[in-house]
């Protein structure tokens, strides 16, 4: 068992399997912040994968692909935010729901447009940026300078909505709704509208989420094949205590011990899968007892706010 190339493989991995639930968490980082729970991000992170690669595979358009896919997991969020911002609806139950709907309705669109083929269909992915000297750099420079044009994208939202939740008077009213609705409405900020976009924001972000798993790293869609990965993301926004950095690192930690499972499952082939594809769940739970005790939620976090 050759060590290095082992740890070179999953280093090369790690970002490729860490940009779904990066971008997902992202998105619910903002949805809680404001004081919305969502737990329809798996389902919408499916439907985002399903709608990505119907479109790419009938239009041959990756950048339409996820353009659709991030309108898709608003409309979606959409639904979530009616039933838990203006029916005052239980964002739990509201949540569930939409999980339900989107692990079906994904499922069922797929039969719909392609049956059940013996050779599945597939769509090229959108590949990787080289960047000229930098990429040819031993080892980090193919991991930081050869990546998707996700994982920058990745970066660069991470940067502008830690700026805004923490250096803006708009993060700051996002951050006050989340806390206590009833005194930001009293200050002037509508606790509706902030939920509202922020909701649908995260709802955006979970559709990009589940259209890089299709049209950006495997080219196929398969029934479940989030596998988890929008509740992943609901708890590492408790990992990173509601700041953007934190979570992704989170974010990054897991794709890092997703990368290790899937090379060790490919090399002790006799070992049943399974064991190695609980690793990363396992350690997200285990990151997430770790700092569960000092972590903080928004006061008003899946609490209705009735106006008085």
């Known amino acids: ?153 990745s970066i660069l939202i991470t940067i502008a909505l830690w700026s805004i939740m923490f250096r803006t008077q708009f993060g700051l009213n996002l951050r006050s709704v989340g806390e206590n609705p009833l005194v930001a409405e009293v200050m002037g900020v509508s606790p509706v509208i902030y939920r509202y976009v922020s909701v649908l924001f995260g709802g955006f972000m979970a559709g990009l989420a589940g259209a890089y798993l299709t049209v950006g790293l495997t080219g196929s869609f398969y029934f479940d094949m989030t596998a988890g990965m929008g509740f992943i993301a609901v708890a590492l926004v408790y990992f990173g205590k509601w700041n953007p950095w934190r979570v992704s690192v989170g974010a990054v930690i897991f794709g890092l011990v997703y990368a290790l499972s899937a090379e060790l499952e490919s090399i002790y082939t006799s070992v049943p899968y399974q064991f190695f594809s609980m690793w990363p769940y396992i350690a997200t739970l285990l990151i997430i007892l770790a700092v569960g005790k000092s972590a903080h939620a928004p006061d008003a976090l899946t609490m209705p706010y009735v106006r008085e």
């Open 1 to 153: 068992m050759n060590i290095s190339g082992i740890a070179i493989a999953v280093v090369l991995a790690t970002f490729p399997s860490a940009i779904p639930i990066w971008l997902a968490a992202l998105g619910e980082t903002v949805d809680q912040a404001s004081g919305v729970l969502d737990l329809g991000v798996e389902g919408i992170m499916l439907m985002g994968a399903i709608a990505a690669f119907v479109v790419d595979y009938f239009y041959h358009s990756a950048l339409i692909a996820f353009i659709v896919a991030g309108l898709v997991g608003l409309a979606f969020s959409a639904v979530h935010a009616f039933i838990s911002i203006t029916l005052n609806g239980d964002q739990v139950v509201s949540g569930t729901a939409l999980w339900f709907i989107g692990w079906g309705l994904s499922g069922v669109i797929y039969a719909a447009y392609f049956g059940l083929a013996i050779t599945p269909p597939s769509v090229p992915t959108i590949g990787s940026i080289n960047i000229p000297v930098l990429t040819s750099l031993p080892i980090v420079g193919k991991v930081l300078f050869g990546e998707s044009p996700l994982f920058y994208i």
